[in-house]
């Protein structure tokens, strides 16, 4: 584990944002797993996003397909053909693992982005989900509603279920760069760092 130290969120966007760039330059076939965020990525690259909620339609401006169209995708050009996010009307998770073999099919993901939630989760892997878990549909913790809440006008229309990349398809990229920014990141990254490797 390489951990990078910065002062703020800012040089966390420049430190990783390079870092993408760097790769891309030096492979124009890569294939980037991301989480929701922006980086500029050109032609050629495939894109696989971790995670989506479920019961929500691409075009809801909640849903992961829209900030993915809305803050990267739209401004880019990449071959929209080449742009996967997990299907927030998956109804199995029959369905739900034909995710993985995608990113097989693609040659495996190169550089995986990752936020932390505030309870550590990583996707929507909440704590204590399985090391050998696949793409699924998971069950959302009251706390991860609680904090995307601020994103929806009630409570309650925060999706309480989404489809989630597992945490051995995230470990199975080549690498992984893991952006955790803000005191309320804090405690998951002491354990992170420090703490011993468990699926909390
Ligand atoms: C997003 C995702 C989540 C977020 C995490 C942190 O695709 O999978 O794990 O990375 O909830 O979110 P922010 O960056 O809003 O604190």
Known sequence: MNIIKVKDNPEAGIVASKKIAEMIKNNPNIVLGLATGSTP???????????????????????????????????????????????????????????????????????????????????????????????????LTESTIEVNSRFFENKKDVPTQAISMGLKTIANAKEILLIATGKNKAEAVKHLVNGPVTTE
Do not use: R, W
């Open 41 to 139: 990525i050109t032609t050629n690259v495939k894109a696989f996003n971790l995670d989506e909620y479920k019961g929500i339609d691409g075009n809801h401006d909640q849903s992961y397909k829209f900030f993915m169209k809305e803050t990267l995708f739209d401004h880019v050009n990449i071959n929209k053909n080449n742009c996967h996010i997990p299907s927030g009307h998956t109804n199995n998770n029959e369905e739900a693992a034909k995710y993985d073999e995608e990113i097989k099919k693609a040659g495996g993901i190169d550089l995986q982005l990752l936020g932390l939630g505030v309870n550590g989760h990583v996707g929507f892997n909440e704590p204590g989900a399985s090391f050998d878990s696949i793409t699924s549909i998971v069950d």
